[in-house]
């Protein structure tokens, strides 16, 4: 399980010109409830972090938190 980072996640939505985590929720085939379950703190599974870097036209690890 990965864990996103919501400052890094924020940026690259708005690189990608995506407003809104239900705009987000359509580009990348993840629930709205996921994408809040992952802001909230929640871990993600490695499918979930590559469809929404996919989305986002990054790199994966370019969502993830920092350890520690």
Do not use: F, W
């Not at 690189?15 to 929720?25: C, D, M, P, T, Y």
């Not at 993840?30 to 996919?54: D, E, F, H, P």
């Amino acid at each position: 399980m990965y864990k996103i980072s919501k400052q890094k996640l924020c940026v690259k939505m708005v690189q990608a010109g995506i407003g809104s985590a239900k705009e987000l929720s359509k580009v990348s085939g993840i629930s709205v409830n996921t994408l809040s379950r992952n802001n909230n703190g929640g871990s993600a599974k490695l499918a979930t972090v590559q469809a929404l870097a996919a989305a986002l036209h990054c790199d994966p690890a370019e969502l993830l938190a920092e350890e520690g």
